[in-house]
T-cell receptor, first 113, second 115 residues
Framework: AQSVTQLDSHVSVSEGTPVLLRCNYSSSYSPSLFWYVQHPNKGLQLLLKYTSAATLVKGINGFEAEFKKSETSFHLTKPSAHMSDAAEYFCVVTSLYGQNFVFGPGTRLSVLP | GAVVSQHPSRVICKSGTSVKIECRSL??????MFWYRQFPKKSLMLMATSNEGSKATYEQGVEKDKFLINHASLTLSTLTVTSAHPEDSSFYIC???????????FGPGTRLTVT
């Protein structure tokens, strides 16, 4: 079975400072991992995905994530936070056949001026 | 542009009535679609897997007689909340993969409020 842990329910950073959102996963198989962002009252938007290619994955809006198998982690980073980055972020792992997505509990990112 | 749509985006209904939510894949066929429920400030919880041409697969604890799923075509799945109660009020989101193991495309969600 797959599972996802996002250790921080809420992260607060100042505008222009780095962002780190942590994600650890558990999977019996080689996983595919995703980060999605959800702005208030909006749908989910894909930020980036890892599907067994390069371990450092670059996504939209300056975000990137590194897949570390030894640490079973897939942390999301951004060098410089922008006010528009304030949202809920979900780390997601696929199930056995890569169809059913298992969501982490989410991390709410606040960006302070 | 959006590749998965949901209709309606927002619905208010009275307790005891039924509500149907549609999920459509716009430019691809989806033999499988997924229905999620999201409580306020919570993560998405998978409710069921909708399979075209066969019965849906429900997650443990989800009442199949209350949440009826019909996947009548390769581009449309519907979720009907029957005899809705205030505790059914939630944000319902569907998704569909363009290909097995590939990216999931999520609909914009439907906010259901039962009064």
């Amino acid at each position: 079975a797959q599972s996802v842990t996002q250790l921080d329910s809420h992260v607060s950073v100042s505008e222009g400072t780095p962002v780190l959102l942590r994600c650890n996963y558990s999977s019996s198989y080689s996983p595919s991992l995703f980060w999605y962002v959800q702005h208030p009252n909006k749908g989910l938007q894909l930020l980036l995905k890892y599907t067994s290619a390069a371990t450092l994955v670059k996504g939209i809006n300056g975000f990137e994530a590194e897949f570390k198998k030894s640490e079973t982690s897939f942390h999301l980073t951004k060098p410089s936070a922008h006010m528009s980055d304030a949202a809920e972020y979900f780390c997601v792992v696929t199930s056995l056949y890569g169809q059913n997505f298992v969501f982490g509990p989410g991390t709410r990112l606040s960006v302070l001026p | 542009g959006a590749v998965v749509s949901q209709h309606p985006s927002r619905v208010i209904c009275k307790s005891g009535t039924s509500v149907k939510i549609e999920c459509r894949s716009l430019d691809f066929q989806a033999t499988t679609m997924f229905w999620y429920r999201q409580f306020p400030k919570k993560s998405l919880m998978l409710m069921a897997t909708s399979n075209e041409g066969s019965k849906a697969t429900y997650e443990q604890g989800v009442e199949k007689d209350k949440f009826l799923i019909n996947h009548a075509s390769l581009t449309l799945s519907t979720l009907t909340v029957t005899s809705a109660h205030p505790e059914d009020s939630s944000f319902y989101i569907c998704s569909a993969p363009r290909a097995a193991g590939g990216e999931q495309y999520f609909g914009p969600g439907t906010r259901l409020t039962v009064t």
